[in-house]
């Protein structure tokens, strides 16, 4: 897998880093390298949970190696401030690899829980719209995302996943369109100067509010996807927005003036 802006050098450091009780600056994350093994990939809301749970599964069986290693109880070890602590014995964590790197390797499976369970992630997308009485113009005034996504791993960077991924919705909704020319297999508008998409002044207020949950069968974590939930449902909360300001239903992205502006309401 790699990443593709959504954190998971972030949260696969911090988990490393929680487990071995270290600070997050020891952590080295490595990604993307066709040598390694084949993982979840980036996309289709499975990159987070399905990595951290690797890493967990990892660090879980480390922390046993290390304890072992030192003459600790591994069932009663714990690993903070860069020592392993074990009864009333305290031993920096890196006396384990004095004589040599200590490497270990783990997985994690999730068998047929999608058959047995619901394991969804639930969002709720509200906007509002402005519809210009004239000209047909529409500009999003607002949006809210309410999202259920178990255990959040890092707030800021899901959050910013989210936000995104609601800017890259509202864009399909009202502005983007690819113009094929069928004849020849041309992409007409190639370029930003053709293809809109939204930019600052299109966006003028966000907000995203994850629910505090956590679900025990999702994975060893308890987290799970957030990608999707931005971007799954908001092109249909515009739609609605712009019917409820016009009376006009359009059934096909992106809404754009032709579809409707000869069906705006007269103006008195």
């Known amino acids: 897998m790699t990443d593709i802006g959504t954190g998971s050098y972030t949260i696969i450091a911090q988990t490393a880093a929680e487990m071995m009780g270290v600070p997050l600056d020891r952590v080295e994350v490595r990604l993307g390298d066709s040598t390694f093994p084949v993982a979840a990939g980036s996309g289709g809301q499975w990159g987070a949970a399905s990595s951290t749970s690797g ?13 072992r ?7 009663a070890a714990s690993f903070s401030g860069g020592k392993v602590r074990a009864g009333k014995r ?17 997985a994690i499976e999730f068998g047929d829980l999608g058959r047995r369970y619901q394991q969804s992630t639930f969002a709720g997308h509200f906007v509002e719209t402005a519809v210009h009485a004239y000209t047909g113009e529409i500009r ?5 995302a309410v ?8 707030p800021k960077t899901a959050r910013s996943q989210v936000i995104g991924a609601m800017t890259m919705a509202a864009g399909g909704a009202i502005m983007e369109e690819l113009a094929v020319d069928k004849r020849f297999g041309f992409f007409v508008n190639h370029d930003l100067a053709g293809y809109e998409v939204p930019v600052h002044a299109d966006i003028p207020h966000q907000e995203c509010i994850f629910l505090d949950e956590v679900d025990p069968l999702a994975s060893p974590m308890k987290a799970k996807g957030v ?4 971007i799954c449902g908001v092109a ?16 096909n992205y992106p809404i754009t ?11 008195g």
């Open 257 to 267: 003036l032709d579809k409707f502006l000869d069906r705006l309401p007269a103006v």
């Open 236 to 251: 249909a909360a515009v739609a609605n927005a712009v019917y409820n300001a016009t009376g006009v239903r359009v059934r």
């Open 69 to 75: 290693k030192l003459g600790l109880d591994p069932a």
């Open 147 to 154: 999202c259920a996504a178990g255990r959040i791993l890092n």
């Open 140 to 144: 999003i005034c607002r949006m809210l």
């Open 90 to 106: 305290s031993v920096a964590l890196g006396e384990a690899a004095r004589e040599g790197e200590l490497v270990v390797e783990d």
């Open 55 to 67: 890493v967990f599964a990892a660090c879980d069986k480390l922390r046993e190696t290390v304890a």
């Open 227 to 230: 990608g999707e939930l931005g």
